[in-house]
């Protein structure tokens, strides 16, 4: 099974919807982060959480709202999705008492918004 | 401003050639972490390294190597005798402390396209 796992993986929806993008993790981490990739863009970082109480902004957060529900699940929402959310979106984790490790990422969803 | 710089956009090269892929970086913090990303095709991110600042040594894993150098700000990224299944997007990736929470900032990728 995979140690992050990402639903749904593929989404289509209309402009005005509401959408969660969910996020598990079975590593133990306490740190998780939502990434959004645009072609030719890379990677950019939408949320990102030190623990369930501690949320924090990261580059590209206006539009998006976040939960972080229990310290192995962390939501993503588009409250009234637009048609320039259509991305690829990436969860990870990380080890915050290992913060030379690398994160580990979930397969991506990826999102289309019409 | 962007903290993670990947000139090379698109790379083309035939099977077999060595390819080097740059990245530039900045940042104001004495501690930070570098890694390389790779994405397929298939569109998931693999892990291929990562380097701490106090770590200067060159890395070479197979067919992989990697060069950071401080002075020039650059972490660059070497295949030798490349083969078709190298093709994908490559990203380079900065990791620095404080409030960031040690997330990474991404380079735009170089997609390297390799020929038989």
């Known amino acids: 099974d995979a140690d992050v796992t990402q639903t749904p993986r593929n989404r289509i929806t209309k402009t005005g919807k509401r959408i969660m993008l969910e996020c598990s993790q079975t590593k133990g981490h306490d740190r998780m982060y939502w990434y959004r990739q645009d072609p030719g863009l890379g990677l950019r970082l939408i949320y990102y959480s030190f623990d369930v109480k501690d949320i924090n902004k990261g580059e590209i957060s206006d539009g998006y709202s976040v939960s972080r529900q229990a310290q192995a699940k962390f939501s993503l929402s588009l409250e009234s999705a637009i048609p320039n959310q259509t991305a690829l979106y990436f969860c990870a984790t990380s080890d915050g008492d290992a913060l030379n490790q690398p994160q580990h990422f979930g397969d991506g969803t990826r999102l289309s918004i019409l | 401003a962007q903290k993670v710089t990947q000139a090379q956009t698109e790379i083309s090269v035939v099977e077999k050639e060595d390819v080097t892929l740059d990245c530039v970086y900045e940042?104001?913090?004495?501690?930070?972490?570098l890694f390389w990303y790779k994405q397929p095709p298939s569109g998931e991110l693999v892990f291929l390294i990562r380097r701490n600042s106090f770590d200067e040594q060159n890395e070479i894993s197979g067919r992989y190597s990697w060069n950071f150098q401080k002075s020039t700000s650059s972490f660059n990224f070497t295949i030798t005798a490349s083969q078709v299944v190298d093709s994908a997007v490559y990203f380079c990736?900065?990791?620095?402390?404080?409030?960031?929470?040690?997330?990474?900032?991404f380079g735009k990728g170089t997609s390297l396209l390799v020929t038989p």
């Open positions: 990736a900065l990791s620095e402390g404080g409030r960031s929470g040690y997330a990474l900032n």
């Open positions: 940042t104001r913090d004495t501690t930070y972490y």
